[in-house]
């Protein structure tokens, strides 16, 4: 659990972008303490806005709208801290709505105060002109190609057009390609399994699909070749690619594939038991 509230932090500061190690230079480590002090005020803004409700005597009147904001970012950080999903920093996406929320907790609660003071008005400007000036540097950022695009381009351009993949090379490769190459998601623990969480159990039939490779994140060395080895025998091609690589089969890897039905492990994903996350 302390891991998990520990997680929770960062994939916040992460949101706000106060995550320090996210920043490199002068200038990204300064706006980074400006984000950070947005999302302390914010922070604090919650903890008086939950105060106030607790505190708050019967037939008093409260902010409905603030609590209700409150409630929103109690429950959604709740969630996260509870759930076993979160493994990483990419989770943060699972907390994106504390950001909005804690905006408008941080406006109602400190924005009349802020207004008072004498010189709010020339912080607020040097404040907005440093986060635009942010704002249209990020734009102006050359953008770098998704992860796997140059696998995506390589099996369309080699007609291969079924294969299996861990989680996020399957749906990069796919998006990229229009679907002209499919490439359905796998576990890669040993051995490989079919992946119960955002699938179709027709995806694995190997009686309607023929899946010809397996595309490997060798940036995590937990997933190797090794596994992949032991579980289909040599392949007959292997292609490597910057953090990806791609093992090509003379066989349908979809025979025997076992499957993680999360949190069961069954003989295939036809046999995963009904309860759990529902197929799409």
Known sequence: MGWQIWLCVRVVAVNYGAYAPDRHGPADTLMSGVHLVGLL???????????????????????????????????????????????????????????????????????????????????????????????????????????????????????????????????????LTDGRVAVRPVVTSDPISAYRWESKVDWYDPAEYDATFLVLDTRNPSRGEATATAQWGPPVERHEFAGTVVLVYDKDLLVGLPAYCMPEHAPSIAQCPTHGPALF
Do not use: C, M
């Open 41 to 175: 005020a914010a922070a604090a803004a919650l903890v008086v806005v939950v105060a106030r409700a607790l505190l708050r005597r019967s037939g008093e009147p409260g902010d409905r709208l603030a609590e209700l904001v409150a409630v929103g970012i109690v429950v959604n950080l709740g969630a996260f801290v509870i759930s076993a999903l979160p493994v990483d920093l990419y989770s943060a996406r699972q907390v994106v709505a504390v950001l909005p929320l804690g905006a408008v907790l941080a406006g109602r609660v400190w924005g009349p105060r802020l207004a008072r003071l004498p010189r709010a008005t020339p912080v607020a400007v040097v404040v907005f002109v440093l986060l635009g000036a942010e704002l249209v540097g990020h734009a102006a950022a050359k953008g770098e190609p998704g992860h796997a695009a140059d696998v995506a381009r390589w099996l369309d351009g080699r007609g291969l057009r079924y294969g299996l993949g861990d989680y996020w090379n399957s749906n990069n490769i796919t998006v």
